[in-house]
């Protein structure tokens, strides 16, 4: 099998470390036993195998270097946060001792010089954490880019600004695989398109977060992109499902409770009961989706955001006129329901797993 990418080759080497767990396993309970042939010439099948793919692509082979890339990748993490706000109050401290033409050409090279580490760092360290680092640190250089440009042209603030940032944080995201930036991307992304969502039903750009219903697009937007194979990136995919699922959950739970900020020529209360059974159905149907899906971030995020829609009706309904002890007791048996509903569900989902395999 030809591996292409790091993530491939990860959960190749996860896929070798469970095979040998698993046989020990067998083994050591005497279902069955490899001879000694056998077993020399899988372990240096595998050992060749794991010691080409750490070559390649810098993997983790074992629990130890799991464990040391977790503590890197936090270590990055937070000199990416630090080296982004050091460049942010830096250009703020220094900036006004600056001449115009000097401004414009620190604004125009600070992004071009970041990009252009990112770039060499992403060839020349196959473990991408400097990669990111420093796509990060470009990243926040072109945020100030275009947001000191407008300050010093006095330019009229557009929505356009989110797509370019959104642009540039996909394209660092996709060159050095990194989900942060992805994030960072996909919340740009999503702003410029409430923020036209707005403008075309009428509203100021800057306004779009009063109308909830503007995140919609940007929603199902998303969650179509989440359809486009990422299988060179890990976690991209599940990304863009959970941002697809929280822009419309959030807004949806927020109309629920305040219908009157809504689009919908209605009454208040006609709204908020409009929006609370499409929370609970939509909900539900995630749930749904995700079982047979086997999404497991899309099963989280429904079941979460059912949880919630439950317990914000209940609160309206019982919280004024019922005793608190008998509030919570309701809540407490809500969830040993939720819960026992849960258990058959993922009994039948055995069952079923058990007679395809059959």
């Avoid at 990418?5 to 080497?13: F, L, W």
């Avoid at 407008?150 to 990194?178: E, M, R, S």
């Avoid at 317990?311 to 019922?322: I, P």
Wanted: charged content about 15%; proline content about 3%.
């Amino acid at each position: 099998m030809e591996i292409k990418s790091k993530a491939e080759a990860q959960r190749r080497a996860d896929q070798i470390g469970h095979f040998q767990a698993e046989v020990a396993l067998l083994e050591q309970e005497n279902i069955f036993s490899l001879q000694d042939s056998q077993r020399s010439a899988i372990a240096d099948y595998h050992q060749d195998l794991l010691t080409q793919l750490a070559s390649a692509f810098d993997i983790d082979v074992n629990r130890r270097e799991k464990q040391l890339s977790l503590g890197m990748k936090i270590a990055s993490f937070l000199g990416a946060l630090g080296l982004a706000a050091s460049v942010f109050f830096l250009f703020y401290q220094f900036w006004g001792r600056f001449t115009t033409t000097i401004q414009v050409v620190i604004l125009i090279t600070a992004p071009l010089l970041a990009l252009a580490a990112t770039q060499y760092a992403s060839h020349r360290e196959k473990t991408g954490y400097f990669s990111k680092l420093l796509g990060l640190v470009s990243f926040a250089c072109l945020v100030l880019n275009l947001s000191m440009f407008g300050q010093i042209f006095n330019i009229t603030p557009t929505p356009n600004a989110f797509l370019v940032w959104a642009l540039f944080a996909f394209l660092l995201a996709y060159a050095a695989d990194a989900r942060l930036l992805l994030a960072a991307g996909i919340i740009c992304l999503a702003s410029f398109l409430s923020a036209k969502t707005g403008t075309w039903s009428g509203c100021y750009w800057i306004s779009f977060g009063e109308r909830p219903e503007n995140f919609f697009p940007a929603a199902c937007v998303l969650f179509l992109l989440s359809f486009i194979p990422h299988h060179k990136f890990s976690g991209f995919t599940v990304i863009y499902r959970v941002f697809a699922l929280l822009l419309f959950f959030i807004p949806v739970l927020i109309l629920s409770n305040w219908g009157a900020i809504s689009y919908l020529e209605l009454d208040a209360d006609s709204i908020e009961v409009i929006y609370q059974v499409v929370g609970f159905v939509f909900s539900a149907a995630a749930i749904w989706l995700g079982i047979r899906r086997s999404w497991p971030e899309v099963v989280n995020t429904g079941n979460t955001f059912f949880t919630i829609f439950l317990y914000t009706k209940f609160y309206d309904w019982w919280w004024d006129w019922l005793p608190k002890y008998l509030f919570f007791l309701i809540i407490g048996l809500t969830a040993i329901v939720i819960l026992l509903v849960f258990k058959r569900l993922r009994r039948s989902y055995n069952n079923n797993t058990q007679e395809a395999a059959a």
